[in-house]
């Protein structure tokens, strides 16, 4: 039985889907506006808002269930949809990450993907 428990930390760490990120960012952002369906109380956590700011944060869920190609739904998922990050500036994608999830807790996915994206040099001016 002791042994089960050294699996365990292997079987949550395989639990997490790989980010899928693509950076565009050439220089240090200096403000940034947030537009988020969901997840808006972890960004504010992390991260300064400014209202007037060109550049703006997005986060945003989408679930499988939602989509109504017959396509996807007669090969079916391994994922229950997927949480995008992205940071636009005047409508010109400087940011983009996103993982796939599996159940309903989008909230902890877009967390990842905000601790994510602390690590990025060019955010390093908004982080509180």
Request: contains cysteine.
């Amino acid at each position: 039985m002791s042994k089960l428990y050294l699996l365990l930390p292997l079987f949550l760490i395989s639990c997490n889907a790989p980010i899928y990120k693509e950076a565009k960012i050439s220089e240090v952002l200096e403000c940034l506006k947030l537009d988020a369906i969901e997840g808006e109380a972890e960004a504010r956590e992390l991260f300064h808002f400014s209202k007037t700011c060109d550049t703006t944060l997005l986060l945003d869920s989408h679930f499988i269930h939602n989509c109504h190609n017959p396509r996807v739904k007669s090969l079916g998922s391994d994922f229950d949809g997927y949480v995008s990050l992205r940071i636009e500036e005047n409508g010109t994608l400087l940011y983009r990450s996103q993982t796939d999830f599996k159940g309903d807790d989008t909230v902890y996915h877009l967390k990842r993907l905000l601790e994510e994206l602390v690590k990025e040099h060019s955010v390093q001016k908004v982080l509180k």
